[in-house]
């Protein structure tokens, strides 16, 4: 979050404090106090209390759960029974559970209460509340992948006192699940790889009335049971406690990753030390330490406005994706959590030796891993892998793949908080083209708007936002614009008036209109629970009534938390209600992507007969959002540690599910000095969303202000990612179809070699084999790349050789240069010619890189549509898979014919490939001068000319085959 309102002469003397602090004091962090701690969080230190409790109890610790025999029936897929829980007080409480096996090869777990179930509870302080435990985040997140698989079926070996399902790709799967005490292990080929409730710590809070106590004898563990204080709010809780809880272990397993967002290592870190020392001090202080290196506290995961978020560290930030993977030598599992209220996630590592479980040959500890959550029920998805490409494939399923962009939408994007008016707009765009730089979106930040009502343009700065759009259509350029959820609540603004009218606000625990404080200052927020905010979002949308936006304005969702100044926490009371009267704890993480949903809509239904994909940028996101929607990392700091952290908190976002992620380029906070700028813009380009953005009271920082050498430095980095464009939509189209990240870390890459699991340093574009390990630390000339196979890889740039596996090699890095290798055995598609804007390089023609790997072959693949609308639904589409193999260069089509595929191969007709690079080439190649070219249908070959060149010793040799000009949407070979 970050405040600006116009200035007075006094703000604008506090400005100048605040600036001349932040020279003196680079990198301020955030305010700790306005966050909670577990310790300060009622149900979290609950959960942590048990935990520490089973722990100090060791082996005579026994879960309360047990699952009734009698209770129990198994049909087509899925186990229903009742789970009994025996409280202190020897009272039996029944929870229904459900274990599903999914013909993905996922199972599901969903515990939930029966009495809240039947709404047998009573609700304090008159509220509305629903009396039901949320169970509906999964209509916002689930969107397919739920068939249960038809040949599950019961283990005939079952032993007394365990119920067996066998399950998964030729019944490799199996569930043994425990009745007494409850618990789930999941085995695949016979190995247990996920336990649950192994731990003993699972719990849900059944619900209780209030038993009043007299003033001042009230149990110390029931003072937040009811209501709760933090920062001066208080929250009401009229169901009382109902918080659900759960362990997960992974045996053998020494990395986890996942549950983004925080700013932290790719590889989790512990959060707790394990065994609890039997020491009643830390008991009872939960907060223990989590060793050195580790934190002390739970990661957290709950939505929020973090103002100036520190690095490394377990804090919640804007988003939250409760997805894991856990990952060893040749093995990755998984699980997901679903559930949208606050969440914290403790983790342990534990020495192998101390676990008989874990004897296996390539373990080195167990993780176990302790999640729970303030409300809703349990309802957990586990994965068995075996490799990270299945768990992102089955995830995917269920939570839906990346959009496929609009073409523009992962080219370079120019942002600034603001671009003050219609005239500035067009003279950035006017100076981008005479510096020769490339870039396809310029963004509008909050202050385009009237007072900050959105849908509406400031009549003095603003007053031909037509004519701006127009300008920038001339290059096929596109504006994106902000619109947050918060509406001014003012009564002559339409907006607010017909949220109003139409009943389509949130409302406080009264059950009137919540009003808080934003950047409009008293503002209320439209409800997307509510399925009339949708027709009535769509219709704000439309160009009639977006009065002066064109079909080349894309929508910024920020502040989607929701981000409240005056809340607690910085976002709303968690007893405001939402539409069904939902309580806002139950949904606080989902609500973010509600309003994306909306948003996403709208943007489909804008113009009748015009559909294109929708670019909707959001802050706030759940699982899930990677299907509307890119994020960023939020309100960073132009300091060379955020720099750092921005690539591990990228190539989480990817292996979470949601890839098309980047970071304020240059940080949003501050001034970064040429050095840093640059070699964020270097670091920049391999973010899949790649756009730069600043803070109002930054210094303006466009590529072309910055002086000679930075300007051409930067300037070229942004051409980098324009040459390889190809490549990343390529990468994009496949996290489209199968979920795999388009950046991705080295262990899903090289999944059986250790010494690579926690490198989140240095990162693969796709399946590309370029490895880009951007500079990130200030003065740092040369730096090392982890090179995990002994194949030969390649400087990107002169063909310096590489080549020695599990070791770390020297590359340089003076500052015009960006550390980028080839692995051998690659074919990468490239696009030369530099452009004004990605969509203005639609009909040039391709280069194809080629390097051989150890057995002399190499493949690659390209994916090309129009970039633009959803007729590649219908076919219209080029595919191909580019194969070298002996001494034959080949194009052949994976694609799948349609309705619209010929149409659009005619228009791709003239698109040729006019270059083919060979790095390293055979030697016998010297002698060559020419290569036979077969288009498919040809009665006979044609020639074109093969140049052979040789390097200085280091460099590899290349051959280049001039204009081979063969098409690309056409089958064909080379024959070398
Ligand atoms: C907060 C966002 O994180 C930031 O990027 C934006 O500039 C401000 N809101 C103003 O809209």
Same mark, same amino acid.
């Given at each position: 979050?970050?405040?600006?309102?116009?200035?007075?002469?006094?703000?604008?003397?506090?400005?100048?404090?605040?600036? !001349?602090?932040?020279?003196?004091?680079?990198?301020?962090?955030?305010? =700790? $106090?306005?966050?909670?701690?577990?310790?300060?969080?009622?149900? %979290?230190?609950?959960?942590?209390?048990?935990?520490?409790?089973?722990?100090?109890?060791?082996?005579?610790?026994?879960?309360?759960?047990?699952?009734?025999?009698?209770?129990? =029936?198994?049909?087509?897929?899925?186990?229903?029974?009742?789970?009994?829980?025996?409280?202190?007080?020897?009272?039996?409480?029944?929870?229904?559970?459900?274990?599903?096996?999914?013909?993905?090869?996922?199972? @599901?777990?969903?515990?939930?209460?029966?009495?809240?179930?039947?709404?047998?509870?009573?609700?304090?302080?008159?509220s509305k509340a629903n009396k039901k435990?949320y169970d509906e985040t999964?209509k916002w997140?689930?969107?397919?992948?739920? $068939?249960?698989?038809?040949?599950?079926?019961?283990?005939?070996?079952?032993?007394?006192?365990?119920?067996?399902?066998?399950?998964?790709?030729?019944?490799?799967?199996?569930?043994?699940?425990?009745?007494?005490?409850?618990?789930?292990?999941?085995?695949?080929?016979?190995?247990?790889?996920?336990?649950?409730?192994?731990?003993?710590?699972?719990?849900?809070?059944?619900?209780?009335?209030?038993?009043?106590?007299?003033?001042?004898?009230?149990?110390?563990?029931?003072?937040?049971?009811?209501?709760?204080?933090?920062?001066?709010?208080?929250?009401?809780?009229?169901?009382?406690?109902?918080?659900?809880?759960?362990?997960?272990?992974?045996?053998?397993?020494?990395?986890?990753?996942?549950?983004?967002?925080?700013?932290?290592?790719?590889?989790?870190?512990?959060?707790?030390? #394990?065994?609890?020392?039997?020491?009643?001090?830390?008991?009872?202080?939960? #907060?223990?330490?989590?060793?050195?290196?580790? =934190?002390?506290?739970?990661?957290? /995961?709950?939505?929020?406005?973090?103002?100036?978020?520190?690095?490394?560290?377990?804090?919640?930030?804007?988003?939250?994706?409760?997805?894991?993977?856990?990952?060893?030598?040749?093995?990755?599992?998984?699980?997901?959590?679903?559930?949208a209220?606050?969440?914290?996630?403790?983790?342990?590592?534990?020495?192998?030796?101390?676990?008989?479980?874990?004897?296996?040959? =390539?373990?080195?500890?167990?993780?176990?891993?302790?999640?729970?959550?303030?409300?809703?029920? !349990?309802?957990?998805?586990?994965?068995?892998?075996?490799?990270?490409?299945?768990?992102?494939?089955?995830?995917?399923?269920?939570?839906?793949?990346?959009?496929?962009?609009?073409?523009?939408?992962?080219?370079?994007?120019? %942002?600034?908080?603001?671009?003050?008016?219609?005239?500035?707009?067009? $003279?950035?765009?006017?100076?981008?083209?005479?510096?020769? !730089?490339?870039?396809?979106?310029?963004?509008?930040?909050?202050?385009?708007?009237?007072?900050?009502?959105?849908?509406?343009?400031?009549?003095?700065?603003?007053?031909?936002?037509?004519?701006?759009?127009?300008?920038?259509?001339?290059?096929?350029?596109?504006?994106?614009?902000?619109?947050?959820p918060?509406i001014?609540?003012?009564?002559?603004?339409?907006?607010?008036?017909?949220l109003k009218?139409k009943n389509l606000a949130v409302l406080n625990k009264?059950g009137e209109i919540y009003?808080?404080? %934003?950047?409009?200052?008293?503002?209320n927020w439209v409800d997307c629970f509510n399925p009339a905010s949708f027709p009535w979002w769509?219709?704000?949308?439309?160009?009639?009534?977006?009065?002066?936006?064109?079909?080349?304005?894309?929508?910024?969702?920020?502040?989607n938390?929701p981000?409240?100044?005056?809340?607690?926490?910085?976002?709303m009371?968690k007893d405001n209600l939402h539409f069904g009267n939902w309580e806002h704890r139950d949904i606080h993480?989902v609500n973010g992507i509600t309003l994306?949903n909306a948003?996403?809509q709208?943007?489909?239904?804008?113009?009748?007969?015009?559909?294109?994909?929708?670019?909707?940028?959001?802050?706030?996101?759940?699982?899930?959002?990677? @299907?509307?929607?890119?994020?960023?990392?939020?309100?960073?700091?132009?300091?060379?540690?955020?720099?750092?952290?921005?690539?591990?908190?990228?190539?989480?976002?990817?292996?979470?599910?949601?890839?098309?992620?980047?970071?304020?380029?240059?940080?949003?906070?501050?001034?970064?000095?040429?050095?840093?700028?640059?070699?964020?813009?270097?670091?920049? !380009?391999?973010?899949?969303?790649?756009?730069?953005?600043?803070?109002?009271?930054?210094?303006?920082?466009?590529?072309?202000?910055?002086?000679?050498?930075?300007?051409?430095?930067?300037?070229?980095?942004?051409?980098?990612?324009?040459?390889?464009?190809?490549?990343?939509?390529?990468?994009?189209?496949?996290?489209?179809?199968?979920?795999?990240?388009?950046?991705?870390?080295?262990?899903?890459?090289?999944?059986?070699?250790?010494?690579?699991?926690?490198?989140?340093?240095?990162?693969?574009?796709?399946?590309?084999?370029?490895?880009?390990?951007?500079?990130?630390?200030?003065?740092?000339?040369?730096?090392?790349?982890?090179?995990?196979?002994?194949?030969?890889?390649?400087?990107?740039?002169?063909?310096?050789?590489?080549?020695?596996?599990?070791?770390?090699?020297?590359?340089?890095?003076?500052?015009?240069?960006?550390? /980028?290798?080839?692995?051998?055995?690659?074919?990468?598609?490239?696009?030369?010619?530099?452009?004004?804007?990605?969509?203005?390089? @639609?009909?040039?023609?391709?280069?194809?890189?080629?390097?051989?790997?150890?057995?002399?072959?190499?493949?690659?693949?390209?994916?090309?549509?129009?970039?633009?609308?959803?007729?590649?639904? @219908?076919?219209?589409?080029?595919?191909?898979?580019?194969?070298?193999?002996?001494?034959?260069?080949?194009?052949?089509?994976?694609?799948?014919?349609?309705?619209?595929?010929?149409?659009?191969?005619?228009?791709?007709?003239?698109?040729?490939?006019?270059?083919?690079?060979?790095?390293?080439?055979?030697?016998?190649?010297?002698?060559?001068?020419?290569?036979?070219?077969?288009?498919?249908?040809?009665?006979?070959?044609?020639?074109?000319?093969?140049?052979?060149?040789?390097?200085?010793?280091?460099?590899?040799?290349?051959?280049?085959?001039?204009?081979?000009?063969?098409?690309?949407?056409?089958?064909?070979?080379?024959?070398?």
């Open positions: 979050m970050a405040r600006s309102r116009p200035m007075s002469p006094w703000t604008l003397f506090l400005s100048f404090v605040v600036l !001349i602090a932040c020279i003196v004091v680079p990198g301020v962090t955030v305010k =700790h $106090e306005n966050f909670k701690t577990c310790q300060q969080s009622g149900f %979290c230190k609950r959960n942590r209390a048990l935990a520490d409790n089973a722990s100090a109890q060791g082996a005579s610790w026994s879960s309360p759960y047990e699952l009734d025999p009698a209770t129990i =029936h198994f049909k087509d897929g899925q186990l229903n029974g009742i789970l009994i829980k025996t409280t202190s007080t020897h009272e039996k409480i029944r929870m229904p559970v459900t274990v599903s096996f999914l013909e993905s090869g996922a199972a @599901r777990i969903i515990v939930d209460e029966e009495k809240r179930l039947k709404g047998d509870i009573e609700v304090r302080h008159d435990r999964e997140v689930i969107v397919g992948g739920l $068939e249960v698989s038809k040949s599950a079926k019961l283990n005939a070996q079952t032993e007394t006192g365990f119920t067996n399902i066998l399950y998964g790709p030729e019944d490799k799967f199996q569930a043994i699940i425990r009745h007494a005490p409850f618990e789930v292990e999941f085995q695949r080929d016979g190995e247990t790889h996920v336990q649950i409730n192994h731990q003993g710590l699972l719990n849900m809070e059944h619900w209780r009335p209030k038993v009043e106590h007299k003033e001042g004898e009230s149990p110390e563990e029931e003072g937040t049971w009811w209501e709760e204080s933090f920062g001066g709010n208080t929250d009401s809780k009229p169901r009382g406690p109902e918080s659900v809880g759960l362990d997960v272990t992974f045996p053998g397993y020494n990395h986890v990753f996942g549950i983004p967002e925080h700013a932290d290592s790719l590889s989790l870190r512990e959060t707790r030390l #394990d065994p609890l020392p039997p020491c009643a001090c830390i008991v009872a202080n939960h #907060d223990n330490r989590g060793g050195p290196g580790n =934190h002390e506290q739970p990661y957290r /995961l709950y939505n929020s406005d973090v103002f100036e978020y520190e690095l490394n560290s377990p804090m919640t930030l804007y988003g939250a994706i409760p997805f894991m993977q856990a990952h060893r030598k040749d093995s990755t599992v998984g699980v997901f959590w679903l559930n209220a606050e969440t914290w996630i403790d983790i342990v590592k534990e020495a192998a030796n101390s676990n008989p479980l874990s004897m296996s040959a =390539h373990s080195k500890s167990n993780t176990k891993t302790h999640w729970f959550s303030e409300a809703g029920r !349990i309802d957990l998805f586990v994965f068995l892998g075996p490799t990270p490409q299945d768990i992102s494939k089955t995830y995917g399923q269920l939570t839906g793949y990346t959009q496929l962009p609009q073409h523009f939408a992962i080219a370079y994007h120019q %942002c600034r908080w603001n671009y003050v008016t219609d005239e500035d707009v067009k $003279e950035v765009d006017a100076k981008f083209d005479k510096y020769q !730089i490339p870039y396809d979106v310029i963004w509008l930040d909050l202050e385009y708007t009237d007072d900050r009502k959105y849908f509406t343009w400031d009549p003095l700065t603003f007053p031909n936002p037509k004519g701006m759009q127009e300008k920038l259509d001339e290059s096929e350029r596109k504006l994106v614009v902000l619109i947050d918060h001014k609540n003012k009564d002559d603004y339409f907006v607010s008036q017909e009218s009264d009003d808080g404080w %934003c950047w409009p200052g008293s503002s769509n219709s704000l949308h439309k160009f009639d009534r977006f009065k002066g936006s064109l079909s080349n304005l894309f929508i910024w969702n920020d502040m938390e981000s409240v100044f005056n809340g607690p926490e910085t976002t009371p993480n994306v948003t996403y709208a943007m489909l239904e804008r113009k009748k007969g015009e559909v294109r994909r929708p670019f909707i940028l959001t802050r706030s996101y759940y699982a899930g959002a990677q @299907r509307m929607s890119a994020m960023w990392t939020g309100d960073n700091q132009a300091t060379w540690d955020h720099l750092g952290a921005s690539l591990p908190m990228v190539l989480t976002n990817g292996i979470a599910g949601f890839p098309f992620a980047g970071a304020d380029v240059g940080g949003f906070f501050h001034n970064p000095d040429k050095d840093l700028l640059t070699r964020w813009y270097q670091a920049g !380009i391999w973010y899949p969303f790649f756009r730069a953005h600043a803070h109002i009271d930054t210094r303006r920082r466009e590529p072309y202000l910055i002086s000679e050498p930075h300007r051409t430095i930067i300037s070229q980095a942004i051409r980098l990612r324009y040459q390889l464009l190809p490549a990343w939509y390529t990468a994009f189209h496949e996290a489209s179809v199968n979920g795999t990240p388009i950046v991705r870390p080295q262990y899903y890459v090289f999944p059986e070699n250790e010494a690579g699991f926690a490198i989140d340093d240095q990162l693969y574009l796709g399946a590309t084999g370029l490895l880009a390990k951007p500079v990130v630390t200030e003065n740092t000339f040369t730096t090392t790349i982890y090179i995990a196979d002994d194949e030969k890889y390649y400087d990107y740039f002169d063909f310096t050789v590489y080549q020695g596996a599990g070791k770390r090699h020297t590359v340089p890095a003076p500052e015009d240069k960006i550390p /980028l290798l080839i692995q051998g055995g690659h074919i990468v598609p490239r696009r030369d010619r530099p452009r004004r804007s990605s969509a203005l390089m @639609r009909w040039d023609p391709y280069t194809l890189i080629l390097t051989l790997n150890k057995k002399g072959e190499a493949e690659g693949s390209l994916y090309v549509d129009d970039g633009e609308t959803f007729d590649y639904e @219908r076919g219209a589409y080029i595919h191909r898979q580019f194969q070298y193999r002996d001494s034959v260069l080949s194009s052949e089509n994976l694609g799948t014919k349609g309705a619209k595929t010929a149409e659009y191969l005619k228009t791709m007709a003239g698109v040729t490939v006019e270059r083919v690079v060979i790095i390293d080439p055979p030697k016998e190649w010297k002698d060559k001068s020419t290569v036979v070219i077969i288009e498919d249908g040809a009665k006979t070959g044609s020639i074109a000319v093969l140049e052979y060149y040789e390097q200085e010793s280091g460099k590899a040799p290349y051959a280049v085959v001039k204009s081979p000009n063969v098409g690309i949407g056409k089958t064909w070979r080379i024959e070398f």
